[in-house]
């Protein structure tokens, strides 16, 4: 992951770097980037039956802090708030949910992904 891209072209490779992981360890992605009036989504997936919206964090390093740390309280409720919205919107019902979040740090143009479940 190059230093010369700029902040939505890292971002995106991030989430890309992120969905295939995802994808590898068993997640289906049924969609990324879901916006609604209350914020974004990375990516909506579904694991063993159960809906997951991801947050994808990314970092060239750890120099100022985990990517997962970005992850506040504050973002987290925006997450609770969006994710409602998109249950609303398509219908969900009653489905179990859960978040996750994606840490990426590319080190030396080498990513390190971090998964933790149910992060929130």
Known sequence: MSGGLSKKAKGDLGEETAADFLRR???????????????????????????????VKYRRSRRFGAPEEAVTPAKQELLRRT??????????????????????????????????????
């Open 25 to 55: 360890n068993g997640y289906d992605i049924i969609e990324r980037n879901y916006r609604h009036r209350r914020g974004e989504i990375d990516i909506v997936a579904s694991e063993n039956g159960v809906l997951v919206f991801v947050e």
């Open 83 to 120: 994710a409602e919205g998109y249950a609303a919107e398509r219908e969900i019902g009653e489905r179990e949910c859960r978040f996750d979040v994606v840490a990426v740090t590319a080190d030396g143009g080498r990513a390190e992904i971090e998964l933790f479940r149910n992060a929130f």
